[in-house]
């Protein structure tokens, strides 16, 4: 993704012209960059020869998790309809894994059927109701634990997981009762422990931490776990900010703690697999002036890119078409919804902008278009997937029919 002159290209399609043939706002994607990202995580961690599943939570349009599929991850699922659109992209059930702290008896009993790699269950209740469902069906289920570690992410609060307060997973008392439990039932296998400290992280120190709890105990109960599911959580710079996550750090900490053991290293990245493959092109209805700013109103809203909403996120915004005019006024991008918080980001200095032009909102694929929502019966975009040139409608722009 680049400017070719003025221009913004995705891989070597022209956007603008891109824009004539779909209805703004419309998310599109890199295939190249998406490939890009996967062949790094792959070579960052080569040493663990780790089984990657893709959060498919970050992303879950069907051609785009085919397309991680090809590129050899599994997946990490959340609910029935995640699993079901896994399986439906040729996911091999031995590559996924289960997560949630609220599976219902429906989607457990769907998880067991379809003979997943994991179930990875968040509290004592949910083990008892594995276990009941894998008697009823004289089944062997295999399971995972969740610990919670009581790991500070040093993220945003609204995406920590793995504090003693937040409801994900269970405390070290429970989860050693959990395993003694389980190791005398005849109807679940123990392989895994799971941990999930939270999202968009940059420091190796939360992690180091998390290492260091799961050595503690795996050390003390001297039980062997086939798998350690790491989860996910790698951040991913949205500004011009420097933070870059170092891998290598990570790796050896994770040799340094977890090396002694022959457990396979499970991870379950999304944000550091889909974030900057994709972008929203979004075009100016009007633009509103103040004595002190300029409301530029997009057609794109919060429905259609939720995360500045949703969690003060910030997005870089940049025009598909470069012009060397420049304002000097603060140029407030904002979605046509009828909320305040319906904004995206505020701009000073910004090239001079028109009413009908196009701009694109930055690293929009992961929590993207998996957050959209109707909200104010608004259709969902398209979402187009760009791949060696070839356009591929990935998902077409909701019609009103569809849910009204
Ligand atoms: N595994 C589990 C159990 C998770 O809960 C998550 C994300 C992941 C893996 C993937 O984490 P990632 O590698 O993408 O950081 N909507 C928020 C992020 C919520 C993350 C929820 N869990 C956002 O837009 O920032």
Redesign the pocket.
Known sequence: MKYIKSNFHVEDVNLQKLAKKFDTPFYCYSYEKLKKNIINFKYHFRKLNPLI?F?I??NSNLSIIKEIKKLGLGA?V?SKGELAQALKAGINPKQIVF??VGKSHLELKYAIEKKILLI?SESKSEVFEIEKIAKLKKKIVNIGI?LNPNTDAKT?S??S?GKKGDK?GVNEKIFIELVNYIKKSKYINLKCL?V?I????FENKPYEKMLKVINRIVSKIKYEFEYIDL?????IPYQNEKKIFNYNNYQKSIIKYLGKYNSKII???????V?NAGILVSKIIYIKESQSKNFIILDAGMNDF??PA??G?KHKIIPVNKKNKSSNKIYEFVGPICESTDKFLSIKKFQKLNENELIIICDVG???S??SSNYNLRSKPAEILIKNSRIIIAKKRQKLRDFI
């Open positions: 599943c959060a939570k970050s990490d959340v997560s949630g990875n969740r945003l609204k995406i997981t994900f799971s999930h939270g999202s968009q992280i989860g996910g959580g790698i951040g991870f379950e990245p999304g944000r550091s697999i974030g939720m995360r949703l969690y996120a992961a929590y993207g998996s957050l």
